[in-house]
């Protein structure tokens, strides 16, 4: 069962909308009256426009407030870059590492050896066997 309300549109015809339950019952509960439900109803789903929420709105987006100034072209919202510092202690180990496993007197049982990212893994092969080495901090 729904709730008939009819109102004078901004063109200044009469207009009548069905008001679902769901939305009078949620008012009850945020314990607003029928007719602030109904008001808030119209201006939700675009029936009014009210001129205090919709100036509201575009400081909101011209200020960045909550992302909603901060999307792309295709409305999604963008996401900074990580920055990450250069860990010289990692990158020298990795390196060390490197030179031992390619000039090895192990000979060719050490193949495959790269370097895949020089702060964060080595990649190697023994055999059929392959490793990657890395290691991330625990989170505190």
Do not use: C, W
């Amino acid at each position: 069962m729904t709730l008939k309300h009819t109102f004078i549109a901004a063109d200044g015809k009469a207009k009548t909308v069905n008001i679902p339950d769901e939305v009078l019952a949620q008012g009850r509960k945020e314990r607003l009256s029928v007719s602030e439900t109904i008001e808030r109803y119209l201006s939700d789903e675009g029936y009014v426009v009210n001129d205090t929420v919709a100036e509201l709105t575009t400081k909101a987006k011209a200020a960045g407030v909550n992302g909603a100034g901060r999307q792309s072209a295709d409305n999604k919202k963008l996401r900074k870059a990580p920055q990450r510092k250069p860990d010289e202690t990692k990158r020298a180990l990795i390196q060390f590492l490197y030179n031992s496993l390619t000039g090895s007197p192990i000979g060719p049982v050490v193949e495959n050896v790269e370097i895949t990212n020089i702060e964060r893994m080595i990649a190697f092969s023994v055999g059929d066997d392959k490793y990657e080495v890395k290691k991330r901090k625990p989170k505190k």
